[in-house]
């Protein structure tokens, strides 16, 4: 279930490749919360993202054939859909949830890992997630999964198999920023597979700077749908992610402790 635009080789010249597909795009963006599906369709479209989540257990893709679908506003010819396997806090519910996805979305094999480990924080259930990629992987899936942003459990995840690995930046839906750039540099450096931060951005800068950081990508949905205006948020994210991916491809000056004119003296006529 993947969009024809993802089938050839992006004219940038700097392809997101998950799963052995070229995207234009390094922004995800998540399908709920939205007032209604016009402002998710339109959200979307502004974002420029052309692969999107889509929580299974809360979203209509076919289970309810009397009910509007997301496949109406959001065709599956244009964009290549994610399901989630969002509000599962056990391995068994993932697995399950992620070969229903399979079933309604014709074998469609790429799914966002998620196993839940508190309701209050969101935080990831780590032995369960590990319990559910091990089966989906086994399974023919193609895992993108959501963890803490460990650098060894992602090292191990990448190792696993998974396609992806999608470090939280904070807890899912708090708009809490990057609160440790730190693990997630650690974890682009010794990354063998994509890297997407999952879960914590707020607005622009912070996927600026996650893009600066050297992520792949990003990963977002509450950001642009809680906005006070999200088709305009979109499309500020959409800006911010192109910017953060040329200013790490540029290479930022040096810090220095000491301010240098951006005009040196030397040479002058006077």
């Not at 519910?93 to 480990?117: I, M, P, S």
């Not at 650098?151 to 809490?176: N, Q, W, Y």
Request: net charge neutral; glycine share 8%.
């Amino acid at each position: 279930m993947t969009a024809q635009a993802t089938s050839t080789t992006p004219s940038t010249g700097d392809p997101l490749i998950i799963a052995g597909r070229a995207y234009r795009s390094r922004l995800l963006v998540g399908t709920g919360k939205y007032k209604d599906l016009d402002e998710t369709r339109r959200a979307v479209e502004a974002s420029g993202a052309e692969i999107v989540t889509v929580a299974i257990r809360r979203t209509n893709i076919g289970q309810n054939p009397k009910e509007p679908s997301l496949l109406d506003v959001l065709p599956a010819s244009r964009y290549t859909y994610l399901p989630n396997t969002a509000g599962c806090y056990t391995a068994d519910d993932a697995v399950r949830t992620c070969r229903l996805a399979r079933e309604l979305l014709d074998g469609h094999t790429l799914v966002k890992l998620e196993v839940l480990g508190d309701e209050k924080t969101l935080f990831p259930d780590i032995p369960q997630t590990v319990q559910a990629a091990e089966i989906l992987i086994k399974d023919g899936f193609q895992v993108m999964v959501y963890t803490n942003d460990d650098p060894i459990m992602a090292k191990r995840f990448a190792e696993m198999g998974c396609v992806a690995v999608m470090p939280l930046a904070a807890p899912i839906g708090s708009g809490l920023g990057i609160r440790n750039p730190y693990n997630l540099r650690f974890i682009v450096e010794a990354a063998t597979v994509p890297i997407l931060v999952d879960a914590g951005v707020g607005t622009a800068s912070d996927a600026a700077i996650a893009m600066e950081l050297g992520c792949d990508g990003v990963l977002m949905n509450t950001a642009i749908a809680a906005a006070a205006d999200p088709v305009l948020m979109a499309s500020a994210m959409k800006k911010a992610i192109e910017a953060g991916r040329e200013a790490y491809r540029a290479g930022r000056m040096p810090r220095k402790q000491y301010g240098s004119p951006s005009s040196p003296l030397g040479g002058t006529f006077f």
